[in-house]
């Protein structure tokens, strides 16, 4: 039996059978809800009201009596058991439109997106991994009876100088119909391995006429948070289009451990494996329509994600990245067919997914580490992807480690009262007068604020920093003339904005336990600096590059990210931002086979720290659960600062 489920304010309608989920049939109508906690119901964060209809849900610790009166249950556990109607909390509005709207940088330092990308243009050296090759053969005849197979791959050689070539049995079924559609002028679908010395080449595909200047590779980044993806002209290195959605999994919970556990569960893998395929399915209609291209002039999809994601996509059980000794099943994996994975392209479409690391550093990095250019640079470089598993790279072409910092969801806006992800109606930039302690708020599409963003949320710390209205500790000095700072059941509190001037009609505030998650995210990612550059005998000024990546990065104000001491204190001219480094390494990967040769060397290049099991991490750790750090030599100039702020403002000790 089947029922249906309406969701408000956006108005989406689905079915389910009876007894699903509403978290369940959010899932199916591509609405997020924020389950941290992959669905167990232990979180009390999938919060919806019923409006109408049945439901049968448990009243838990996360539900006030009054509230449970008016209607409000939690998704993962309220069962539909007739049609119903619920209404969505704000912070459900994930569309695919804002995050598409706010994939240009804000930053005015050095950004370098695409940059290798114009230099494999400019220098002449696309050599796509998988190549449209046009072939005139020569028909048969009572003298030359040579079979099919036979003359085209004589008319490979000769046109051509492909010699070696292994023919899929699929190319051979319906050779002789496409070879005599066009009177035996046919295209080549052909793809190249790194490098041809013994290696065959592979005759993926046969098509019939000349399509040989329709030749087009997808590039995705498949992220925990989102997933992006790129239509690449491999003929001239064009990108056609670019689109990215929020990855669906995220309704089974916000980081990868809480992924793994689902996917632990009966029937779960498949889940998840189901999941971000249709976002791929979806993004790859979106790359289509936008630029007009047909489906059956894709050649290649070229996949860079975290270790996680990529054998999650893939379907192998990643239950073991988790326990210790923390290994992957596979550091590289072989080409798959894309519709084998359920990606719906032709079948003669190869997947091709970037090699990891280790556990907890995988293809993403390594995509990011090639597109920047990190792996050929004489400059010692701190590479750095900001997000809830911040991933850390030092070195340049000689050598270089790398690690992974657990630095959870507050960069993302998680774990924080009235925290959200960079949507609509998101506090992203603030200004607090020194002597009023009165806020101007910027929002994501100039609107009401209803809620602070990671970005956000760094800006407003760092100037509650300068301005006194926090101190080195996070605690907010309750004796400043001001009516914003006030105390909450457990602790004191900002109102950032008023309820009256919200969309959500409540105040947003931000308090002291939501600094202690940013100080608690901005010491994880700050200690794996420090420790791995002592692990290789170097310091923080020995930094001539510091390479920003993600679509977090991408939007940090560089200045506060110091000030809360996140990033290290160096000269401005030393950092440079990428982007979307995964998508970025992805699409060059698209467009020539060095780059493929430069990812597997890359990989065996780099050795990983496990921080977890490095006594000093634990140490520097501690010493930086101060804003911006406990020793001063780390943040001079931040604290000269600091030691210049107006007298008025009473700081605690």
């Known amino acids: 039996m089947t029922v249906s489920v309406r969701f408000l304010p956006v108005d989406i309608s689905v079915d389910v059978r009876k007894g699903q989920t509403i978290l369940d049939a959010a899932i199916q109508a591509g609405i997020h809800l924020n389950a941290s906690c992959g669905g167990a119901g232990v979180c009390g964060k999938c919060r919806i009201i019923l409006d109408e209809g049945e439901v049968e849900s448990p009243k838990t610790q996360f539900i006030s009596d009054s509230e449970y009166a008016a209607g409000v249950r939690q998704a993962c556990i309220s069962t539909v058991q007739s049609n119903v109607t619920v209404h969505l909390p704000p912070e459900a509005a994930l569309d695919s439109k804002t995050l598409n709207l706010l994939a240009t940088s804000k930053n005015a330092y050095r950004t370098i997106q695409d940059f290798g990308l114009a230099k494999l243009i400019e220098e002449n050296r696309l050599n796509p991994p ?103 002209n491999v003929t001239t290195g064009e990108v056609m289009a670019e689109h990215g959605e929020y990855n669906s999994q995220i309704g089974y919970g916000e980081d990868v451990i809480s992924r793994i556990n689902y996917a632990s569960r009966p029937g779960g893998l498949q889940k998840m494996q189901e999941l971000v395929v249709s976002n791929i399915n979806s993004i790859i209609e979106v790359l289509l329509r936008k630029s007009k291209v047909s489906i059956h002039d894709i050649t290649r999809i070229n996949l ?132 009023t302690y009165e806020p101007m708020l910027v929002t994501v599409g100039k609107s009401k604020p209803r809620g602070i963003c990671g970005s956000g949320l760094i800006n407003t710390v760092a100037a509650m920093l300068r301005t006194g209205i926090i101190n080195e500790k996070g605690k907010f000095d309750p004796d400043l003339p001001t009516d914003r700072i006030r105390k909450n059941d457990v602790c004191f509190e900002f109102v950032l904005a008023s309820g009256q001037n919200t969309q959500t009609g409540e105040d947003i505030v931000l308090t002291e336990i939501d600094i202690d998650n940013l100080i608690r995210a ?88 496990e921080l977890s099991e490095t006594p000093r991490y634990m140490d520097h750790y501690v010493a930086s659960m101060f804003l911006p750090h406990t020793e001063q030599k780390y943040f001079p100039k931040v604290y000269k600062m600091l030691g210049e702020r107006p007298q008025t403002a009473h700081v605690q000790p």
């Open 522 to 609: 901005k010491g994880a990612m700050f200690a794996g600096y420090l420790t791995l550059l002592e692990g290789v005998g170097l310091t923080m000024e020995d930094l001539e590059q510091v390479v920003i990546a993600g679509g977090f990065g991408y939007h940090i104000n560089l200045e506060n990210a110091i000030t809360i001491g996140l990033l290290p204190e160096l000269d401005l001219d030393r950092f440079v931002f990428v982007g979307n480094g995964a998508l970025l390494g992805a699409k060059m990967a698209s467009l020539s086979n060095e780059v493929r040769i430069d990812v597997k060397e890359t990989v065996s290049r780099i050795t990983n720290f």
């Open 130 to 232: 998988t190549q449209k090759l046009r072939v005139k053969v020569t028909p048969p005849s009572i003298q030359d009876q040579s079979s099919d197979v036979s003359r085209l791959l004589r008319a490979l050689a000769e046109q051509h100088n492909v010699h070696n070539v292994l023919v899929d049995i699929e190319v051979i079924r319906k050779l002789p119909q496409t070879l005599r559609k066009n009177d035996f002028e046919v295209t080549a679908v052909v793809a190249f391995a790194p490098r041809l010395e013994h290696q065959r080449v592979h005759l993926v595909s046969v098509e019939s006429g000349d399509r040989s200047d329709h030749n087009y590779h997808v590039a995705v980044d498949v992220g925990t948070t989102t997933v992006w993806g790129a239509l690449m």
């Open 304 to 435: 860079a994600g975290n270790t996680t994601m990529t054998q999650l996509l893939l379907g192998v059980d990643p239950q073991y990245i988790r326990l210790r000794p923390y290994v992957p099943t596979a550091n590289y994996f072989p080409p798959v067919r894309a519709a084998n994975l359920g990606i719906g392209v032709p079948r003669d479409v190869l997947a091709v997914v970037f090699p990891a690391i280790a556990s907890y550093v995988g293809g993403d990095i390594v995509s990011g580490v090639v597109g920047s250019g990190v792996h050929r640079s004489e400059k010692l470089t701190l590479f750095i992807d900001l997000g809830t598993n911040g991933e850390i790279v030092v070195g340049n072409k000689d050598w270089m480690v790398c690690a992974a910092c657990s630095a959870g969801p507050a960069f993302e806006g998680g774990g924080i009262k009235h925290g959200m992800r960079a949507s609509l109606g998101a506090i992203e930039e603030i200004l607090i007068h020194p002597q």
